[in-house]
């Protein structure tokens, strides 16, 4: 095992990847810019290092700083958490070139998986129904004849994309060139590669995730499904584990499918495969996430098991000490992601200090946030700010345990998200379940 690792992230996924480390006797190294020197995460850990000015691009993308750092503190890993320089192929490279474990996939992998259409292809291949679509779109006459292909309405991606960037909607051809245009600057400006592919948008559908797990001996677990359908501009604002509209047939072939597509990749450590459900209950391989995600805590309440911990296990060449017999989905959890967002100004990005902070308690409510009273929030990086997740023995159960501890959430100082999540909860759509990606745009829900 690691005796100390480099945390290559902030916020709260940096204080939870600490926290891990610390139950499991790792030493921490934390990296911060100029604007969070006065970050949690900075005084949780047991050694830290300033890598550069606010500008994400100057410190936390900063690739030689960061491994400066990770090798004069003698560190054995990196941990890239999510985000930032987690799904960085060239960066897991220079890890293993300078003797660090790189805590996720190798390069040759996550080159593999961020390239969309390769992606596609490489399931597809091992049997996983695709979105159909035309793979790495050069310029806008190859848009132009995909577009005449796939028909409308479409939607055009960027190859190296994520977190809802690099994505733009096409319902007629005139339309076309402008989209085409501003994802690939989009996409530029966000990953450093303008390249683009196109798919059939499908509607009323409903976005499903599958965690998987898989050690370098060539074992693998599924740990069941996550409903993120509820999004806005495609950015998730809440989770939850099971699905309630997914029967047993189609959660069994979800996970053979995401098992099948491991491992044909060879695939080593955590992982989530995101599928497209539509009404008839088909489902379709939409992209996989080379590292940890943001609601991971949504499947660790459900199933018991530490994900950031068995993620540093299995980098470290330990095997799985439990098979996907053992693993059991227990109960109903709910995440919500709490945004320093205004919601009545059309949720317009806020900062600010906190002048008051009241984490809400009880039976399994978990709070991860990298907030303290009197914190000042710097504007640089993700309007993130907390995640509330609740487990119950039933769906309802959970809800409004999720709506009682929303209620009781105070972030005074800071304009944030909690009680229009508290109020979304309430809606008919979510009760049932059948909300869809669309939703919030006022499209989408499934119904009878």
Known sequence: MFSKLLIANRGEIAVRIIRACKEMGIKTVAVYSQADKDALHVSLADESICVGPAPAPLSYLNQQAILSAAINTDCKAVHPGYGFLSENADFADLCEQNGLIFIGPSGEVIRQMGNKDEAKRTVAAAGVPVIPGREDVKDLKEAQEAAREIGFPLLIKARSGGGGRGIRRVDRMEDLKNAYSTAAQEAKVNFSNPA?????????????????????????????ERDCSMQRKHQKILEESPCVLLGAPQRARLMKAARQAVKAL???????????????????????????????????????????????????????TFTQ???????????????????????????????????????????????????EMPLHYDSLIAKLIVHAPTRQEAIRKMQAALCETVIEGVNHTALFQADLMGEEAFEDGSYTTEYLAGKGAFHA
């Open 266 to 320: 060879r695939y080593v450590g955590v992982g989530t495969l995101e599928f497209l459900l539509d009404r008839e209950g088909n489902f379709f391989f939409m992209e996989m996430n080379t590292r940890l995600q943001v609601e991971h805590p949504v499947t660790e309440m459900v199933s018991g098991i530490d994900l950031v911990k068995w993620q540093i296990r299995v980098a470290a060449g330990l095997p799985l």
């Open 325 to 375: 017999r053992d693993i059991r989905s227990q109960g109903h959890a709910i995440e919500c992601r709490i945004n320093a967002e205004d919601p009545a100004q059309g949720f317009q990005p806020a900062g600010g200090r906190v002048d008051i902070l009241h984490i809400p308690g009880g039976p399994w409510v978990r709070f991860d946030t990298a907030l303290y009273q009197g914190y």
């Open 196 to 224: 683009l592919y196109m798919e059939k948008l499908l509607s009323e559908v409903k976005h499903i995730e599958v965690q998987v797990l898989c050690d370098s001996q060539g074992h693998s677990v599924t740990f069941g």
